[in-house]
């Protein structure tokens, strides 16, 4: 698929993540579509309002859509978020069995599905994903890089 079909999902999932400035989270967002493309779950870093480590926005997406969902097998589905996942989240959407993850723009220090590691489609797992890399990239980035200029 071409990045450009996702960039619906990725404006909400970009939504999502300007919500995670309201309590100073890095603001990611993450949106996980079912087969027929439709948003099944939505969510942002909360890991600064919860003080949960796993509060990704990814993970947390990824269990709202197993719990509506009542299965955690989300066969045929499609993780979309802003930056490239880490290790935890990748490895999370192995584990979900996703078809494919989807992001916009690459993280060189902690990304786990392309920069730094390719989790989803390590050989030695028992399921690979699909990614789809590069999605309304500079406004992902942009976002982030914006969050910790503010910082500095």
């Known amino acids: 698929m071409e990045p450009g079909s996702f960039n619906e999902a990725m404006r909400t999932a970009l939504e999502e993540a300007r919500l995670a400035l309201e309590h100073g989270d890095v603001p990611i967002g993450a949106v996980v579509l079912g087969p027929d493309g439709s948003v099944v779950s939505a969510d942002h870093n909360r890991r600064e309002e919860t003080n949960d480590p796993t509060a990704h926005a990814e993970m947390l997406a990824l269990r709202a859509a197993a719990r509506a969902l009542g299965d955690w097998r989300l066969i045929g589905h499609t993780l979309v978020v802003t930056i490239e996942p880490c290790a935890m989240c990748a490895m999370a959407g192995v584990w979900a069995r996703v078809d494919r993850i989807v992001f916009g723009a690459p993280d060189m220090k902690a990304g786990a599905a392309w920069s730094l590691f390719n989790i989803p489609q390590d ?30």
Do not use: I, K, M
């Open 123 to 152: 050989e030695r797992l028992n399921h690979r994903c699909d990614l789809v890399w590069g999605v309304l990239a500079d406004e992902c980035a942009g976002l982030v890089s914006g969050f910790f200029e503010g910082r500095r």
